[in-house]
């Protein structure tokens, strides 16, 4: 999250992809740092998830972050 | 029970206001309870509700709103009030004085005569800025910013665009209200429009922008008037910006002032190192970025400019010869800023010239390229004299008026020598201009001005841009406080 | 929960007041996307499929690694980011 606003605040669009859980902290720190940062939540858990399972959540959150890239 | 002050109006009789830190206050407090309990008295308490008791004639002023309201300095403070007005006051413990007010003899014989009092809360340092915006009824126009908690407050600034490139002061309410203290206007008065959005500034404003550039209240009056002086028709302000030349304003003040806020017209007169005079230039060139929207790469297209650009501003010195501003009519004991569109300083030195004749004659010389050697009568310059150069005419007896007189006439140039294609440059005076002596300056076209340190034979040179109608013309305000 | 400072606008106030975002890309397809791996386990495998998708669309694709993610990213990492692409996705964080 702080990477994204650094990178923001030198003019590189960015977009930061965090699971579920994460929304209401990156809610709170994007306040907290100023800087409303483009966000993609995917389902949680991550941390068992096989290869095939990971592999899948990138392609449903590929649209989306296409999309908070370029518009 | 201690009641809470709803508001501040005088109570008829005497009225004490204590705290239970003060020791007069505590030495007193036996005797304020039986006064108290014979209702000769009410009780003001700052800090305690049950100091010196809890009783009904004791009042919660734990806000300090009676103790600001009604400028209570020190503790005990007595009022005695008739019909709702305040009648007098006294401070501290004084046996004759509290027997006289209260109409009592013998009062408390076993404590010392006299006592003196402690400091009221209402005016402790770290309180003053809060009641003042809690009791002020100073209210502030311009919107409230939020800086996020994980935001450094410096690094905030930049991020909004709102600093020239250094490190500014954050504007919270409190240092704005100190700053507005700084002058007598009305913080919604409107001072100028400024270009190039033409938005108009109020004083407010300023002392926004004054607060972040780091100036002290006493700053502010200087600050507005430059700004005034800019945001004319003459001046042209807009112009001055826009264009590719490297010029910025560089304002000189004169008068009592100058000494009042510590400004330099000394040793590095022109350079950095004053509070004054950093940080009054530094606010006016804030206000055009931030109110105008003038900023380099934006409007400011200038190929070079100078660090003057970041704000240029100093004091004369004092002379035996009359200052700048008496020359545009105003007297020695004003106060006025005289704005002038220039680039960076550039030095002419002459170490050698002990008559005023000579020195006149290098002066001249340097001034003739000032700006281009081939450029004649469209720009006007100011010239900065050392004490030591000025030392050179004071000593021959030369008034002003006739060093100024000696110069233009030396500013004559032969226009052949400075013409298109002499001398193998194709810059230069129109041909049709062949033949002809061309004063380097207009009327008026030279300000002459003294600054600097006491030791070194040098005088400075500051061109300027376009003078007259489409360029800007030096404007002389004087500074209201 | 942290004090937040509150300040005067010194501007002319013709501006929102958050701090705004970078302007966007046009196209996925002739940009230069960097991936900055936040290093927690399982996020290379979710970036790799990413690069595939990116490169697919006629992106070229930078990646990049945090040395930690328990801190935020090193001024040369983030220089090197901002100068060498065009746009950047941060992953995965949970």
Known sequence: MHDISNLEKQGLPGVFVASGPFIDAAEIQSKAVGIDVARIFVDHPIQDRTDEEMIKLADSAFDDLVKALTQ | MAEKVNDYKLIDGISVVVNSDCPTCQLTSDLLVELGNSGRVTIFSQDNPAFPTSAEWVCDDSDLSFSWHNDIEAVPTLIRVVDGKEIERSTGWNRKEWERLFEVKNLA????????????????????????????????????????????????????????????????????????????????????????????????????????????????????????????????????????????????????????????????????????????????????????????????????????????????????????????????????????????????????????????????????????????????????????????????????????????????????????????????????????????????????????????????????????????????????? | MNQTLSVLDPTSENHSLEIQLSDRIKNIEGSTIGLLDISKPRGDVFLNQLEKRLTAHGATVLRFMKPTFTKPAPVDLRYEISSKCDAVIEALAD
Not at chain 2, 459 to 470: E, F, Q, R, T, Y
Request: proline share 6%; aromatic share 6%.
């Open chain 2, 109 to 481: 014989p076993d404590l010392v005569d006299h006592k003196p009092g402690c400091g009221s809360l209402s005016v402790s340092p770290d309180r003053v800025d809060e009641l003042e915006i809690k009791f002020g009824g100073r209210k502030f126009v311009s919107r409230q910013v939020e800086i996020a908690s994980l935001e450094d407050e410096i690094e905030a600034m930049f991020d909004r665009g709102w600093s020239d490139g250094l490190p500014v002061v954050p504007p919270t309410e409190a240092r704005v209200s100190r700053m507005l203290a700084g002058t007598s206007r009305n913080s919604d008065d409107i001072i100028a429009l400024i270009p190039p959005n033409l938005a108009e500034c109020s004083v407010e404003k300023v002392a926004i922008n004054a607060v972040m550039a780091g100036c002290l209240p006493e700053y502010l009056p200087v600050v507005i008037t430059c700004l005034e002086a800019i945001c004319t028709d003459e001046f042209n302000m807009h112009g001055v910006l826009a264009t590719t030349m490297s010029v910025g304003p560089i304002f000189v003040v004169s008068g009592p002032i100058t000494e009042r806020l510590n400004m330099n017209s000394g040793i590095n007169a022109l350079g950095h190192g004053n509070r004054a005079n950093s940080t009054i230039g530094r606010a006016v060139q804030l206000v055009l970025r931030n109110i105008g929207g003038g900023e380099p790469g934006g409007i400011d297209r200038a190929t070079l400019g100078h660090m003057g650009k970041q704000g240029f501003c100093f004091a004369e010195a004092p002379s035996p010869w009359e200052n700048l501003a008496e020359g545009f009519g105003f007297s020695s004991e004003q106060n006025t800023v005289t704005a002038f569109t220039g680039e960076g300083p550039h030095i002419l030195v002459d170490q050698k010239s002990r008559s005023p004749e000579s020195l006149t004659r290098s002066l001249a010389e340097g001034l003739k390229s000032t700006i281009s050697p081939r450029m004649v009568m469209a720009m006007d310059a100011m010239l900065v004299v050392s004490p030591e150069h000025l030392s050179r005419f004071i000593d021959a007896g030369w008034s002003r008026a006739q060093f100024i007189e000696k110069l233009s006439e030396l500013l004559i140039i032969d226009s052949d020598g400075i013409i298109e294609g002499a001398g193998g440059i194709e810059d230069g005076v129109p041909s049709v201009f062949a033949g002809n002596k061309l004063p380097k300056f207009r009327p008026g076209g030279l300000l002459v001005v003294h600054a600097g340190g006491p030791a070194g034979l040098f005088s400075a040179i500051i061109g300027g841009w376009l003078n007259g109608a489409k360029g800007s013309d030096p404007v002389t305000k004087e500074i209201i406080l």
